[in-house]
T-cell receptor
Framework: KAGVTQTPRYLIKTRGQQVTLSCSPISGHRSVSWYQQTPGQGLQFLFEYFSETQRNKGNFPGRFSGRQFSNSRSEMNVSTLELGDSALYLC????????????FGQGTRLTVV | AQSVTQPDIHITVSEGASLELRCNYSYGATPYLFWYVQSPGQGLQLLLKYFSGDTLVQGIKGFEAEFKRSQSSFNLRKPSVHWSDAAEYFCAVGPNTGFQKLVFGTGTRLLVSP
């Protein structure tokens, strides 16, 4: 069974640009959550999608957005990048109908210069 | 407000010695509690979880954790640490509806000395 796949693994962008990160969940998992991990703020919840609908949202500015497709794959987008957006972005998938774990991908390391 | 406190930023343990990582939480409702481990450059792996029932839960890699409601704690333990256990450990709390919207602690980095 394939795990959670995040692409790309590494990304370097310039301030002001926008970026799109992709997450393919485990087959059958319809919930996808995104987290930002930085040395200063730690792991912070960004948003969660289930069946193409955003169900939960963390305290991030509107520059951070996401979406989920009918095949449960999810993308997150960050517009007008700032230096502080440099982070490891982690995606996790789960099946809310079962008390099983949320599986995390290896993350996308975004560096804004 | 929901929060998780891991008071130890770094812990060094000798190989073969016992380990306890501390975690205290603040959560309005009955939470789900988790411990995750992260190796450098990797994502998070679930070690164990507590939903309800027996307050001592067993996880993978020989880890266990004990939920103490009166102390709002969920400490992680291992009787004998191996060098491969060196990693960063995160305690997390979430709603009792599942694995969404987890609140993580700041992590404890475990160093294992020979």
């Amino acid at each position: 069974k394939a795990g959670v796949t995040q692409t790309p693994r590494y990304l370097i962008k310039t301030r002001g640009q926008q970026v799109t990160l992709s997450c393919s969940p485990i087959s059958g998992h319809r919930s996808v959550s995104w987290y930002q991990q930085t040395p200063g703020q730690g792991l912070q919840f960004l948003f969660e999608y289930f069946s193409e609908t955003q169900r939960n949202k963390g305290n991030f500015p509107g520059r951070f957005s996401g979406r989920q497709f009918s095949n449960s794959r999810s993308e997150m987008n960050v517009s007008t990048l700032e230096l502080g957006d440099s982070a490891l972005y982690l995606c996790a998938s789960s099946d809310p109908s079962k008390d099983t774990e949320a599986f995390f991908g290896q993350g996308t390391r975004l560096t804004v210069v | 407000a929901q929060s998780v406190t891991q008071p130890d930023i770094h812990i060094t343990v000798s190989e073969g010695a016992s380990l306890e990582l501390r975690c205290n939480y603040s959560y309005g409702a009955t939470p789900y509690l988790f411990w995750y481990v992260q190796s450098p450059g990797q994502g998070l792996q679930l070690l164990l979880k507590y939903f309800s029932g027996d307050t001592l839960v067993q996880g993978i890699k020989g880890f266990e954790a004990e939920f103490k409601r009166s102390q709002s704690s969920f400490n992680l333990r291992k009787p004998s640490v191996h060098w491969s256990d060196a990693a960063e450990y995160f305690c997390a709390v979430g709603p009792n509806t599942g694995f969404q919207k987890l609140v993580f602690g700041t992590g404890t980095r475990l160093l294992v000395s020979p």
